[in-house]
Every structure is written in C-alpha cells, then in structure tokens.
C-alpha cells in the first residue's frame, strides 16, 4: 500500500479499530515500538517491517513506566514533526504513527483525583498525575531475564519496559514487533513475555545500526560533546577489538572482558557493566566459552550513559 502521510492516532480505541479493520481486509500488522526522537536504527526496523508485513504502525510514546523517580521523564529528547519527516523519508513511510498522550490515564474518577491534587499541591500544576499512573496497579516481570546488567542500576526499567509493550501489543495487535538487538537485554525479555504469555505475536531482533565512525546510533548521542564522542567510540571499538582477539582463538571471557573495561576506562569513560553472557539466558559466562554469548556493555561518559553489545556465535 503506498502512501505518503502517515495517520496520526491518539486514542487507543480508534487504534485497535484501525488494526481490526485492516485484519479484516486480510492485512498483517508490524508494530514498531518507539519513544520518539527517531534516528536512523528506528528506521531500518520500519525497512525491515516493509519486507515482513502489510501495514506498519510505529508508536511514539515516552513510557513514564520506565523511568525512576530520579531520572527526569521531562527532559527526554521530543521531536514530533521531525519524527514524521523521518518516517515519510522511508520508502513506503509508515501507515499510522500511534501517538498516546497518557497509556495508563483508565478515565474513571480522573476529574476527581485532579480535584484532590490540586487541593493538596495548591499550585494547581497536575502534570505529576501524568506519571503516576493514576492507579494503574498491573506490572509485569520478567524475573530471571532482568535482574542482571541494565536491570542491576535500572531497578524498575524493565518491569515498565515489559508492561508498556504489553499495553501496546494488546491495543495495536500486531502480528509482528521489531526492536533493535542495540538493546539486546529489553530485546530478549520482551521475546520471553511473548512466549512465556502467548501473545502470539513474532518479535523480530534487527542488526545494531552504527554511524560511520562506528558509534550504535541512539537519542542519547546527542548530548555527547565532540569530546565525548570520541572517548564513546572506545566502546565500538574495544568490542570489535574483542571479537578480533576471540576469532583469533582467545576463548577466556576474563580476559576479553578485561580487555574491553580496559580501553573503555583508558579513554575517560566510567564503567557500569561490561559482561559476556549467554545469548540467550543472559547469564554470565565466566569461563571459557563454547556456547553463542554476546559482549553487553553499558558506560558513562560525562553525563551520558551508553550501551551496546555484539554478538559471538562460535568462537
Ligand atoms: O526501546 C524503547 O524505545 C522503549 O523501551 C520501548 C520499547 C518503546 C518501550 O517504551
């Protein structure tokens, strides 16, 4: 089907009717899953949607769900109109942008919980009521699979990241999602919701998307200095250095992780987790290896936090 505009959407409601009534027209549904501020890797998952499935939904919702009461929801890059373009630029764009303006608003007694806050703050500024769910009291956890590296700093991220999607699959009913492998952890958890649930739903992991210097792209990236970015590049290149030493027959995963926390720490940036784990349990593989494991790492430079990871089938 091609087209240019894509059909903006704001009520979850109207979403699943537009999905139904496409299925009824023997349709099948990609949904692309996304917090905005769109770059590059987002839109080869929408690439790969094209060569999978009929219709492409690509959601643009900042998820309070999963961000800490420390980590600031209100300062997380936005670019609607920008994002738009963006899709209109693939070749086929996208047929609905799903663009909800609170997932866990249920309706009932909002105007007297307002009333409530109100009285309470006597500033009359609601907004918090934005992230607070509004007694939404439903989460799920996914709790082998995301207890470990990003879930170790990140308490709460993937009990939100699991809950929204599930949201999502449920109001869109896709019958295929794709996600990026750039974030390998939330990749896998939501492949094992999907099973362990029956969602029935397939989850497409699509190649980290790196720029020319080597960088995983991100919405992080843009608050990286020219400083900053080149000391970032450390991470690219300590696990290609890293996946050079392993094909050269280097099977310690002690070893090739020191190698790694070494050059990231040499050029400025502070660890949280460098760690080889199995591709699919994510556990860590603390000897040698002789199963399919994937290098995640996750660090700061200055105020940003990064992550990437690559992947080593036989070593
Ligand atoms: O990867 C993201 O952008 C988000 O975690 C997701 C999957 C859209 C859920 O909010």
Redesign the pocket.
Known sequence: MAMTEPLVITDKNQMRQWSRSMRAQGKTIGLV???GYLHEGHLSLVREAHQRTHVIVV?I?V?PG?FAPTEDLSTYPSDFSGDIKKLNSVPGGVHVVFHPHNLYDYGAGKEERIEKEKEKKGDGDVSCLDNSGLGHETWIKVHNLEKGMCGKSRPIFFRG?AT??AKLFNIVEPDIAF??KK?YQ?WRIIQRMVRDLDFGIEVVGSEIVRDADGLALSSRNVYLSPELRTQALSINQSLYQAKRLAENGEANSIKLRDSVVHSIEEAGGKIDYVEVVDQENLEAVEETIVRPVVFCIAAWFGKVRLIDNMEMISV
């Open positions: 899953p996304t917090m959601s919702y998820n999963q990241v929204v999607v996600f990026g974030d939330q």
